[in-house]
């Protein structure tokens, strides 16, 4: 009961991150916005070191924690954005590891032969992560950083998107090939061979 209780508490953890992007939208003081990208950090922090310390890693919670990231990042970029702080162009090279990474899900998702595929988060879809944090930090307090930053964030995120394509890739390789299902001759004027025998 108590492990149940933890799961709970560190998923609510996970999931705090959904309003906070609501408040982000309600609110227009840049500060104030800041204030809530770094909190949002915290929470990714604390609900990662939390699972990893106290062996609460589950898939559930492998899944709902990168979802409430992306559904933070994408909303307060998105924002910002439509607030004019930035273009459109510097919105697709910010979302390019998180478009394709989607894509990627989808895909094995949609595959029978890449469904059983567990797929983690990896070290440079972190660093892009942190990076995407940084940025949106300077968007909304020091702007002069803020092209560099999405140019760095650009590159990592391509090699990001290979990197996760590969382990996948590699992961797929090494699954046990599925086994046809064996078809029984049989027709509307021959018997199944066994029974012919009888």
Known sequence: MHRR?????????????????????????????????????????????IARHRGLATRWGALIDPVADRAFMVTAFIVCLLDGLIGPVELLLLLLRDIGTAIG???????????????????????????????LLCVLLYPPLVRPLVALVALLSLASVVDYTRAVWSKRQQLPPSRPVPRIPHGP???????ARK
Do not use: H, Y
């Not at 800041?34 to 990662?48: I, N, R, S």
């Open 5 to 49: 209780a933890s799961l709970v508490l560190l998923n609510a953890l996970s999931l705090s991150r959904l309003p906070l992007a609501a408040v982000f939208i309600a609110v227009t003081d840049l500060r104030l916005r800041a204030l809530l990208v770094v909190v949002a950090a915290a929470t990714d922090f604390l609900d990662g070191w």
């Open 105 to 135: 899900f989808i895909v094995a998702r949609l595959r029978p032969d890449m469904r059983a595929i567990e797929l983690k988060a990896r070290m440079l879809g972190k660093m892009v992560t942190a990076l995407q944090l940084a940025v």
């Open 189 to 195: 004027t021959r018997a199944p061979m066994n029974s």
